[in-house]
């Protein structure tokens, strides 16, 4: 039993190793454009998702990643920053610093974010009468108001204006037909999917 659990930590060490090292491997690659932007992104999360459920299993044997490097004398200081400072691909750092930059913080991206997700997620908890409905969706319009970069007649912007005035016109208590309730789903999905795209360019 105990030869068992010595082979299953080293067996452990061993792919920390390797995650520590193709990280690092990876931001180079990044930094001499030798990567497109969405594949590095894309094997950079993998990376971070896996040292992340690593890390949290061995947090008794290797309390500090930092020194766990130093120790194998494995020269990834890249590689410490994005897993263990940072947490999120280059990529997506510079996108929220862009979006911070202009006259609209980050934290009202997150704020859109937010209820956008609230929205979908009441929907799908079959939260359809109007009283429910409309406050949600108002939210969500002022915060995509507040953010700047999105043009007047953004998607979103537009689509839940339509929304709320429809809802204005029923009674609090009415409820969405199913048929409503999907169109407003689908119309929130496609929205979220058109912010999201819309953050990369909002320092250009």
């Known amino acids: 039993m105990e030869v068992k659990r010595e082979r299953e930590t080293y067996e452990n060490f ?3 190793y390797a995650i520590i090292k193709a990280t690092e491997k990876l931001e180079k690659a990044y930094i001499r454009d030798l990567i497109s932007p969405s594949d ?3 094997e950079c999360q993998k990376l971070i998702v896996h040292f992340k459920t690593l890390s949290a299993s061995l947090k008794d044997l290797v309390p500090s990643i930092e020194r766990f490097a130093d120790t194998y004398k494995m020269d990834c200081s890249a590689a410490v920053y994005r897993l263990v400072t940072s ?3 280059a990529t997506v750092e510079h996108r929220a610093s862009a979006v911070a930059s202009t006259s609209s913080s980050a934290s009202v991206v997150a704020e859109c974010v937010q209820n956008f997700i609230t929205s979908m997620d009441s ?5 359809v009468a109007v009283d429910q409905v409309y406050p949600l969706l ?3 319009s002022a915060s995509l108001c507040k953010l700047s970069i999105l043009p007047p007649d953004f ?3 537009v689509k839940m204006k339509e929304w709320l005035v429809r809802l204005s016109k029923m009674g609090a208590s009415d409820e969405l037909t199913e048929q409503q ?3 407003l789903h689908f119309d929130l999905e496609s929205s979220y999917n058109s912010f999201m795209a819309a953050l990369p360019s909002a320092g250009n």
């Open 40 to 42: 590095y992104e894309t």
């Open 155 to 157: 998607e979103g912007k």
């Open 14 to 16: 061993s792919e920390l």
């Open 123 to 127: 929907l799908k908890l079959n939260m």
């Open 87 to 89: 947490g999120v691909p």
């Open 181 to 183: 309730a999907r169109q």
């Open 138 to 140: 108002s939210d969500l």
